[in-house]
Each structure stands twice: as C-alpha cells, then as structure tokens.
C-alpha cells in the first residue's frame, strides 16, 4: 500500500497565493475544495473529484464568521483539524495544500462606525465589530430557501468564497450538491464576476441509511437520528411519485411535509423549484429539485433531490 501523502499546510495567505503561482507558472492546473472542517465521507468525495480535474488540490478548512448570525451555531460548530489531515490523507493521491487561515478578515474594531453589512444584516462578524465593510450578493438566488430563515448566510458565503477564490486562484473548484443553492449561487457569482474558474457540483453523499452526510449530524442524538431518516424516505417517495405521473406540487409538499412530521421533525421549509433559478412551480414540467430543510431537536438539516421529468 502506498504511504499516505502528507499535505503542506498554508495559514498565511500571502504564502497560499505565493505556492499558487509558483504552481502555475510551471503550468500545473489547481483545484479548490473549500470546506468548514469536520471532514466526512461527504467531503472526501469532493477531493476525489477535484483529483480528476486538475494536477493539484487545494482544501481550505476554514469556519467563516461571515456567514452565521449571532444566534446560529459558530461556537458549537464541530472541528477536529487533526483527524481532518488523517482523513484528507486517506484520499488516494492526497492532497497537496491545506489552507487553514486564522481569521481571513480586518480585524481593526469598527465597532463605532455602522454596523450591520447592508439591509441591517449582522453576521457574527459585525458582531464582533470587525472592519470588513465589503459584501457580495447574488441578490436573486439567496432570497429564497435557506435564505429566507438565514438572512446573512449567502452573502457570507458568497463573500468568503470570493475572498478564497482571490487568494487560491484556483483553475476549478468544487462544491456538494447537499447545499444546492449554495451552489448555484457560486456558479451563478462565477459567471457574473467573470471569475476564470469552473464551477462543479458533486452528488450527495448518503449514510447506509440514506441520511446525507453533514459535518451537523455528529450533534444528532440515536434517535434523531433515526427520526431524520424521513428526509431522504420522503424525498424518494415523492420522486416516486412523481414517476408515477404526480406533477401537483402541493400534493407532493403535503407528502413530504406529513412523512416528516410524523417521524417528529419541523419543516422550516419544503420547497420545489427549478434547476437554474430556483424559482418555486406548481406544477412539474421541466427539471426540478425538491429542496428540504427541517429540525430534528436543536438540529436544522437540509437535503434535496433531483427529479427530471
Ligand atoms: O459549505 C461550506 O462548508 C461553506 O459554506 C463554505 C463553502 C466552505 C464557505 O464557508
């Protein structure tokens, strides 16, 4: 068997970007996988991804205050950056960097100018009172879903992406189709700031049992676990359904929003939408994804699936 591979790690960002184009000028294609840390199969897929497209991959591991309020979970997000290399090192062919910043933004306290980054957002970075003032918004697509009930969340994203896309200077970087509209607003953002840089999506990685992997899952006790099970179920009934000749969007959100609730879960929202826009239908003609976000105790999940008609 061959040794695992040891990654380089970077925390400074003026030596990410230094290794970056000292790796292009010798005219090597570099992948990005930005993660949060907590690595799971879910995430490994995307290196095993990244590792087909380019010569090398790059996995940031960064937990982006820009993109929690104040009430979300920051401080009890799970991290294990050991046991991330371990796991990074299993990948056949490894990766090359790890990017593992402290703090990617100014921390010059700005807490007597304005506050909050636009529409009276606050994130935990204003909280804190930190002199980031620059946001990215893709106004369309982060209005909906998880937007709705996380204001802050994709102009965090968008916004910490941006700033990794700036430092990496990546040829491609890749994303979990788990968070769809994460991932189409990065394409989406890509596309209107001419950022050279292929977007991809990976599928879903599932349990045995069909819950998709989430770094958030690790807070799930036995039996919400067990509870949480009714995502994917419902989820795949309703694409059964579906194939069965059902196009009635309510019929299939009430399905879906039943299932769950019986096994003891709250929908925070169960939503059918096109593909692209993410625009709510009614009635399924085209390409749709069934987007579900739901509590089980102090647990907020999200799943989806695809469903081509
Ligand atoms: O999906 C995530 O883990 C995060 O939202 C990301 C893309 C790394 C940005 O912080």
Redesign the pocket.
Known sequence: MAAAKEPQIITDKEQMRKWSREMRSQGKTISLV???GYLHEGHLSLVREARKDTHLVVV?I?V?PG?FSPTEDLSTYPSDFHGDLLKLASVPGGVDVVFHPQNLYDTKDCRKGSRGGGGGMVSCLEEKGMGHQTWVRVEKLEKGLCGKSRPVFFR??AT??TKLFNIVEPDVAV??KK?YQ?WRIIQRMVQDLDFPIEVIGSEIRRDDNGLALSSRNVHLSPEERKKALSISRSLLMAKASVEKGQVNCRELRDLVIQEIHNAGGRVDYAEIVDQESLEEVEEIRSPVVFCIAAWFGKVRLIDNIEIKI
């Open positions: 930005p993660t949060m940031s960064y982006n993109q965090g994203v910490v992406v994303f979990g968070d994460q």
